[in-house]
T-cell receptor
Framework: NAGVTQTPKFQVLKTGQSMTLQCAQD?????MYWYRQDPGMGLRLIYY???????DKGEVPNGYNVSRLNKREFSLRLESAAPSQTSVYFC????????????FGAGTRLSVL | SQQGEEDPQALSIQEGENATMNCSYK?????LQWYRQNSGRGLVHLIL?????REKHSGRLRVTLDTSKKSSSLLITASRAADTASYFC???????????FGDGTTLTVKP
């Protein structure tokens, strides 16, 4: 039972490079989320997708784009990475039931040099 | 700004003691949840309390909610070294379909 799977687990980029973080869930959830977590801090919402075919900005969307490829997959793209985007990125999913209990992946640790 | 604010930021106790951490929020919520994060891992959901509930129990966890004060507390009784982790509250805004997480409380339980 995989739950939420994120790839890659670690990545080092140079300033200006691009990359896509992948996320897939096997729980048939409608809603998916991307967060970033900086040292000693909580999660900040980058983008979310309430259901397949919709995406919305969260608290810190600048510098990121997302694609809800299908119900299972939600990717996060950094078009031109900056050192300020060094962080741990978490993907999560939940039912669209008003409770919003979220299930998290293990995270992607990204360093931008 | 963050909806949920936890305090204390860090808490260190001996095994067997109780640990209490608090969360305050600013606007109306549908429910409030607590999550746990072990070092280097993703968050795991612990317990949910709805806006019309005042107290909820799950094993050694007890959560209270005071909507008049816009605050919640998480009590872990008879703590164990394995409870060492960061704990986050998350508020679900009415009809928003998303959660806002606080900055967390780092709990260290010494054996």
């Amino acid at each position: 039972n995989a739950g939420v799977t994120q790839t890659p687990k670690f990545q080092v980029l140079k300033t200006g490079q691009s990359m896509t973080l992948q996320c897939a869930q096997d729980m048939n959830h409608n809603s998916m989320y991307w967060y970033r977590q900086d040292p000693g801090m909580g999660l900040r919402l980058i983008y979310y997708s309430a259901s397949e075919g919709t995406t919305d900005k969260g608290e810190v969307p600048n510098g990121y784009n997302v694609s809800r490829l299908n119900k299972r997959e939600f990717s996060l793209r950094l078009e031109s990475a900056a050192p300020s985007q060094t962080s741990v990125y978490f993907c999560a999913s939940s039912e669209l039931d008003g409770l919003n209990i979220q299930y998290f992946g293990a995270g992607t640790r990204l360093s931008v040099l | 700004s963050q909806q949920g604010e936890e305090d204390p930021q860090a808490l260190s106790i001996q095994e067997g003691e109780n640990a209490t951490m608090n969360c305050s929020y600013k606007t109306s919520i549908n429910n409030l949840q607590w999550y746990r994060q072990n070092s280097g891992r993703g968050l795991v959901h612990l317990i949910l309390i709805r806006s019309n509930e005042r107290e909820k129990h799950s094993g050694r966890l007890r959560v209270t909610l005071d909507t008049s004060k816009k605050s919640s507390s998480l009590l872990i009784t008879a703590s164990r070294a394995a409870d060492t982790a960061s704990y986050f509250c998350a508020t679900v805004h009415t009809n928003a379909g998303k959660s806002t997480f606080g900055d967390g409380t780092t709990l260290t339980v010494k054996p």
